[in-house]
């Protein structure tokens, strides 16, 4: 069926450079897509959502981004910081009712 | 504010064994969900709740599996016989509007191990 899936299950990314994470979306129909961080030990946590009807959305050192052409979304995170390590979701949510996840891509943030 | 409490934190038990998981919402959320995490995968919903109401739970086994949510708030995870694919996160969310999109928030989550 149709699913959000991420490209990438780990990136390496040194303190202070510009982070990006990859999802496609294969269900044109969702009307929301959101991004989490889940750090170890912790439910996700929400970072930042774009509705459909947009392309790009800014927040606090985050950035998405939304192309309904090739059903792509990133995640941009800028001056990566320790405490940006984490597995990072991106979901859908659509007419349907309900968020449907994707596996996850993992950051590491190395000094 | 007070988060999303779950407990226990953690669960090891036999398979073939019952076991239960306890669900605070966050005061005033009309939407509950319950995801299962299997490690290395996002969360995966079993159950969604709108008050006391179900309105998704196509993807919770209801042979083993069952949900409550008295009085529409708190809400229990049951699973019985547990099987060692059980072995996940149980994660519990809530969200304040019954339908529609509107921001989850989550709790930290049930670690079960199945042995």
């Known amino acids: 069926g149709e699913s959000v899936g991420l490209h990438l299950p780990t990136l390496s990314v040194q303190e202070g450079d510009n982070s990006i994470i990859n999802c496609a979306y294969s269900?044109?129909?969702?009307?929301?897509f959101i991004w989490y961080k889940q750090e170890s030990g912790k439910g996700p946590q929400f970072i930042i959502d774009?509705?459909?009807?947009?392309d790009k959305r800014q927040g606090q050192r985050v950035t998405v981004l939304l192309n309904k052409t090739v059903k792509h979304l990133s995640l941009q995170i800028a001056a990566t910081q320790p405490g940006d390590s984490a597995v990072y979701f991106c979901?859908?949510?659509?007419?349907?009712?309900?968020?449907?996840f994707g596996a996850g891509t993992q950051v590491v943030v190395t000094p | 504010e007070a988060g999303v409490a779950q407990s226990p934190r953690y669960k090891i038990i036999e398979k073939r064994q019952s076991v239960a998981f306890w669900c605070n919402p966050i005061?005033?959320?009309?939407?509950l969900y319950w995801y299962q995490q299997i490690l290395g995968q996002g969360p995966k919903l079993l159950i969604q709740?709108?008050?006391?109401?179900?309105?998704?739970d196509s993807q919770l086994p209801k042979d083993r599996f069952s949900a409550e949510r008295l009085k529409g708030v708190d809400s229990t995870l049951k699973i019985q016989p547990a099987k060692l694919e059980d072995s996940a996160v149980y994660l519990c969310?809530?969200?304040?509007?019954?339908?529609?999109?509107?921001?989850?928030?989550f709790g930290p989550g049930t670690r079960l191990t199945v042995l």
């Open positions: 709740f709108q008050n006391n109401g179900v309105v998704d």
């Open positions: 969310a809530s969200s304040l509007l019954a339908g529609g999109y509107n921001e989850q928030f």
């Open positions: 979901a859908e949510f659509g007419s349907w009712g309900k968020f449907q």
């Open positions: 774009i509705r459909s009807n947009m």
């Open positions: 269900n044109s129909a969702s009307d929301y």
């Open positions: 005061s005033g959320h009309a939407t």
